[in-house]
């Protein structure tokens, strides 16, 4: 009789689904999935047996951890790094699964990865950020999935595109996925940040905003890469109403082959998650209700205000432009822009403004009027259009 391994190296489509049909615990795991927060935890990489159930039964030891992660085929940037021990760490997590209980996962970048991952009962999948980037790959992968019934967890691109994650979830959904989360991991972007990848907050809200009814589990250990920014990472998933953290965690993590700088042990782990301040999205309190009612008519008058001055000074900018028409004058005065800048941004600054906010405002602005004014200096009848403006 054929090894599971050999009836994943024989890639025979059939016997892989029948293989995946037997994945125990489906219905257990769609209860866990449904716990909040979620939290995962485990190596960036499984290194040797001992390494992957120490790391487990200590993470079991917390009493916090819901799922095991470990990463089996890594992919490296650079040649020559360590590229993961590859599907012979398969049975190490699932002992591990079966020693703790634990339901495991790994990453997956192409349908042998997703063969292997099934053929060894693997509970859940994974598709990492430099997977989610290439749509090949990703349509791969949703190929190898059709007919399985597994979750699967998308990580952000590593650029700043959410419409590649999108993509991504599109895939994954056409196959027939029911379960599917979201991984929060940060992007690589250009320029001085603490960060390893730059969290990019508001694309993180954007995708929840897009996809509520999908998990949304925050990374800070690829976010931070370092594990003094982790607390801070972690309690900000948290107020921003994330499911879950999915956390690297290592039985000795200076030793660790990958991102050693970035993993905590289990009992750290435990610790850093006492520290945290959990989070209700909503209250039963009636005080709660009607003081945040009061409040929030006041904001939704007061964006009516805004929009209104908003509004009333484009008119203006284009009364400016009648006048700039007649006289055969630039749309952009660089001069008086700049007079602006500066006296704005000085007076945020008095408001309690947050200078990049008001600079982006500023500029959006900025652009906002210079099309009011082109469309006045584009217009052919001007005299009327002049008359019309007084
Ligand atoms: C990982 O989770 O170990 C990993 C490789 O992450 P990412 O795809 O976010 O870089
Ligand atoms: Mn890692």
Redesign the pocket.
């Known amino acids: 009789m054929q090894s599971r391994e050999e009836v994943a190296a024989n890639n025979d489509i059939f016997v892989l689904t029948m293989c995946a049909a037997q994945v125990p615990s489906l219905s257990t795991l769609e209860t866990l999935l449904s716990k909040r927060p979620l939290l995962i935890s485990g190596p ?1 990489s499984a290194e040797t047996p001992d390494q992957v159930l120490q790391t487990a039964l200590r993470l079991k030891a917390t009493g916090k951890v819901d799922m095991l992660r470990a ?1 089996i085929w ?2 490296r940037t650079k040649p020559g790094l360590f590229e993961g021990v590859g599907k012979k760490g398969l049975p190490w997590l699932q002992e591990a699964r079966s020693q703790t209980g634990l339901p495991v996962m790994v ?1 997956v970048a192409t349908a042998k990865q997703v063969e292997e991952a099934l053929a060894h009962q693997i509970d859940a999948l994974w598709i ?3 997977t989610t980037v290439n749509p090949f790959s990703v349509q791969e992968i949703a190929d190898a999935l059709s007919g399985v019934t597994i979750p699967i967890f998308i ?1 952000n691109p590593i650029n700043p595109d959410l419409e590649l994650w999108a993509g991504a979830v599109e895939r994954v959904e056409r196959a027939g996925i029911k379960q599917i989360g979201l991984i929060h ?1 940060g992007f690589s972007t250009f320029g001085q940040t603490p960060y390893r990848n730059a969290p990019l907050w508001h694309l993180a809200i954007e995708m929840k905003l897009r996809f509520p009814k999908l998990l949304f589990i925050n ?1 800070p250990s ?1 976010i931070c890469g370092r594990r003094d920014l982790l607390a801070e990472v972690m309690q900000r998933a948290i107020d921003l109403d994330m499911d879950g953290l999915m956390v ?1 965690s290592h039985s000795q993590p200076d030793q660790a082959w990958s ?1 050693a700088a970035q993993q905590v042990s289990p009992e750290a782990l435990s610790v850093l998650l006492e520290k945290l301040v959990w989070r209700n999205d909503d209250s039963q309190s009636i005080d709660y209700h009607s003081a945040l009612d009061q409040l929030r008519q006041q904001i939704n008058q007061l964006d009516e205000e805004v929009l209104q001055l908003l509004g009333r000074r484009m008119q203006v900018a284009e009364q400016i432009a009648h006048y700039k028409k007649e006289n055969n004058i630039t749309i952009l005065q660089a001069g008086r822009w700049q007079e602006i800048m500066q006296r704005t941004l000085a007076r945020a600054e008095e408001l309690k403004l947050g200078r990049e906010f008001i600079t982006q405002y500023l500029d959006a602005l900025h652009m906002e009027s210079i099309n009011h004014q082109q469309k006045i200096l584009d217009r052919k009848s001007s005299d009327t259009d002049f008359a019309a403006a007084r």
């Open positions: 960036c990463g890594k992919p990453e990492g950020a430099r990580k991991r990374d690829h690297e991102d």
